[in-house]
């Protein structure tokens, strides 16, 4: 499917759901207007979008968090998966944009792209739940159910590969974190 679809989708079935984006779903997601409400870019931290929303769904257990992680940029913190897992939050949606490679630095094959499956590491680190999605029809069909699941669950998303370099937002992550701040944390006494 192409990313432009899979943001859609995820864009018409998020409701108040937290986001954290990064890389390749950064700017497609702000484009969608999805960055409005309630975000949080990683696309200048690459590898840490899981890390950064399991902290929002820690702190926020009554919200949904979804993160649009990169394939790239999770197997470089490929860790966080078992540290998500360990915490366990219910309401942790984690999004994998899979194209097999690393479209910001101009579409180098990732390593051993079609040897590995995130759906089947991401259950062996402890995720409770793990679903590959193919199409748009497919995602749109499923986002209803998935969002019903108790999390951890992780979501590959098959996207096709584009001839696109991202272009990262230009709000700086220290006041997408203040403007999280306010809506997020109760004001101290």
């Known amino acids: 499917m192409l990313r432009k679809e ?4 995820l864009a018409a079935a998020r409701s108040d759901a937290i986001s954290v984006a990064t890389m390749q779903s950064s700017s497609p997601w702000h484009e ?3 960055a409005e409400k309630d975000h949080l ?9 899981s890390s950064l929303g399991l902290g929002l769904a820690l702190a926020n257990p009554g919200r949904k968090v979804m993160v649009l992680d990169g394939d790239g940029s999770l197997l470089m913190q490929l860790g966080s998966l078992v540290t998500v897992a360990h915490a366990s939050p219910k309401n942790f949606y984690h999004f994998i944009f899979g194209n097999g490679v690393h479209e910001s630095t101009g579409n ?3 390593p051993g792209w079609g040897k590995f499956d ?7 680190a402890g995720y409770p739940d793990a679903v590959r999605i193919e199409t748009k029809e497919q995602l749109k069909k499923e986002l209803p159910r998935i969002f019903n ?4 669950v992780l979501i590959s998303l098959a996207i096709d590969i584009e001839e696109w370099r991202p272009q990262f937002p230009g709000v700086p992550m220290s006041s997408q974190i203040q403007a999280l701040r306010k809506t997020l944390v109760p004001p101290y006494k």
């Open 6 to 9: 899979a943001i859609e989708a």
């Open 41 to 49: 870019d990683a696309a200048r931290c690459m590898g840490s979008a």
């Open 118 to 124: 995130f759906c089947s590491l991401a259950l062996a």
């Open 108 to 110: 180098q094959p990732l």
């Open 149 to 152: 699941i108790a999390g951890p």
């Open 32 to 34: 969608a207007g999805q």
